[in-house]
């Protein structure tokens, strides 16, 4: 059973650039979660989509932007880059009526901005 | 406002001897608990749950948690470390009413031979 997978797993755009970002969740998993994770530091929550809607929203500016389609994968896009959004970003699905259920994570896309 | 503690940035134990990672959440209710490990240059993978049924929760590979409501601490244990216990570990908190998972900021464990 194939868990979350995440593409590219490493990527490097200039500033300023926009960047596109891909989740597909385990297998029987309609809900996604994204997570900014930079150097030395704990992921932080960006946003959850849920019947392709945001449901949720962390305290990140409109730059930061997600789409979740039909088949419930998702994609994270990033507009006019900075040097700080340089981080690991991380994708995590669970079933939507499982609350009390830990999320799973993928691998993360390793993003550097120069 | 912090959610969620993590007492110890960093844990040196040698291989055999026991492991404990101090955790302490702030929440008016009773929130779900999470210990997630990140090995280098991977992603999180979940430890153990605690989701208000037995407050000893039981993980993989040996892990153990204990939800104390009264000092609002989740700390993880561990009764012998191996080599391969080398890595970043995160206690994470959902609130109530709450979809973000919060996370602590981290407690690397080094593990000498």
């Known amino acids: 059973d194939a868990g979350v997978t995440q593409s590219p797993t490493h990527l490097i755009k200039t500033r300023g650039q926009q960047v596109t970002l891909r989740c597909s969740p385990k297998s029987g998993h309609d809900t996604v979660s994204w997570y900014q994770q930079a150097l030395g530091q704990g992921p932080q929550f960006i946003f959850q989509?849920?019947?392709?809607?945001?449901?949720q929203r962390g305290n990140f500016p409109d730059r930061f932007s997600g789409h979740q389609f039909p088949n419930y994968s998702s994609e994270l896009n990033v507009n006019a880059l900075l040097l700080g959004d340089s981080a690991l970003y991380l994708c995590?699905?669970?079933?939507?009526?499982?609350?009390?259920?830990?999320?799973?994570f993928g691998s993360g896309t390793r993003l550097t901005v120069v | 406002a912090q959610s969620v503690t993590q007492l110890d940035s960093h844990v040196s134990v040698s291989e055999g001897t026991p492991v404990l990672l101090r955790c302490n959440y702030s929440s008016s209710y009773s929130p779900s608990l999470f210990w997630y490990v990140q090995h280098p240059n991977k992603g999180l993978q979940l430890l153990l749950k605690?989701?208000?049924?037995?407050?000893l929760v039981k993980g993989i590979n040996g892990f153990e948690a204990e939800f104390k409501k009264s000092e609002t601490s989740f700390h993880l244990t561990k009764p012998s470390a191996h080599m391969s216990d080398a890595a970043e570990y995160f206690c994470v908190v959902r609130m109530q009413g709450d979809y973000k998972l919060s996370f602590g900021a981290g407690t690397t464990v080094t593990v000498r031979a």
């Open positions: 605690y989701t208000s049924a037995a407050t």
């Open positions: 989509y849920y019947e392709e809607e945001e449901r």
């Open positions: 995590a699905s669970r079933d939507g009526g499982m609350l009390g259920y830990g999320y799973t």
